[in-house]
């Protein structure tokens, strides 16, 4: 059951005429009561315009509000005359009406996310999987893990030689002849005497040194699915904003994970890791081995350690 049907759907003005109190024009003169109003039923937004429901107003407007008044009765306000008429009573149930109409569509987008939930489990496993286009968030995600461990376990000037963009240089000393030409043109100004020689491009390099992005990712995905799973289907009013609010986000979070998996296979290739090769330089033999070692667990699909004990402790992978 919808807990929110109790809020009438007002599209028309047929809606509101044909509701059996409903008076399209009051005179609040003839009311001694002091506080007027009951409740805000409904608000609503029509066109064209209508008549506010209090005799002395009668302004046209678009938006205002169905209220009920002390006697049962019914009209239509803006929201000028609510609250000229009503005062905080009418702030108050405004205020009620609206967290009740944002509960009521939070609670309508995630009732439909778990309708469909098993449909959105398998978007999610394509992506997360690997598949016949790309290597899949999983294996990028491993992949990340065991490089930031083998990153640890080597002296940080190894990769010195290579820009965020996976650009790696060498440093050439320029020719005489063109440092003295700058010499001059400087001005006796300090000029470097080596330039950058791009020797080659690692493709989505910098994917290696997101860790936080990655683990942001999949503990977004975590949070939805396991929460959907084990819960029925009463949600306090925290839980409506909070989930809604995650429900909303799934399209552009999956899109963002099928991006980073796309790019993932560009990065994960042999012929695009080998690359690191060329910036650790032949004479670092101990750290050619590990990164060496990294790049064929990539090609062979061999966890290391940390990869291993993530797979264990997160769920998430047994989807
Ligand atoms: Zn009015």
Partial sequence: MNPFDDIPKINHWLDLENREKFSACIDLKQIKEPQPLKKVIAAYELSPKVYCGIASCHTAHHKGFLVELFDGSETIVGHCCGKKYFGRDFTVEKNRLTKLATDKQNYEII???????????????????????????????????????????????????????????????????????????????LIETHQKHIIAKINHFNLLFQIDKFYQLKDYFSNLF?????????????????????????DNKLYEMKILAKQGSNLLSKTNLEKLNLAIGPHRVSELRLVNAFINRQAYCYLNRQALNFMNSHKILTW
């Avoid at 396991?226 to 306090?236: A, D, K, S, V, Y």
């Avoid at 809604?244 to 799934?250: A, E, H, P, T, Y």
């Fill in 111 to 189: 009732t439909r996310f778990i309708k469909n939930l098993s449909v959105h489990k398998n978007e999610f496993n394509n992506v997360f999987n690997e598949n016949e286009l790309n290597c899949g968030f999983k294996k990028l995600m491993l992949a990340v893990i065991d490089f930031n461990t083998v990153r640890t376990n080597i002296s940080s000037q190894t990769f010195s030689n290579i820009g965020y963009d996976g650009e790696v240089f060498q440093l050439v000393r320029k020719s005489d002849k063109d440092i003295e030409i700058e010499r001059v043109a400087g001005q006796g100004q």
């Fill in 226 to 250: 396991i929460f959907f799973e084990r819960h029925g289907r009463g949600f306090t009013s925290n839980q409506l904003k909070q989930y809604g609010k995650l429900v909303k986000d799934f």
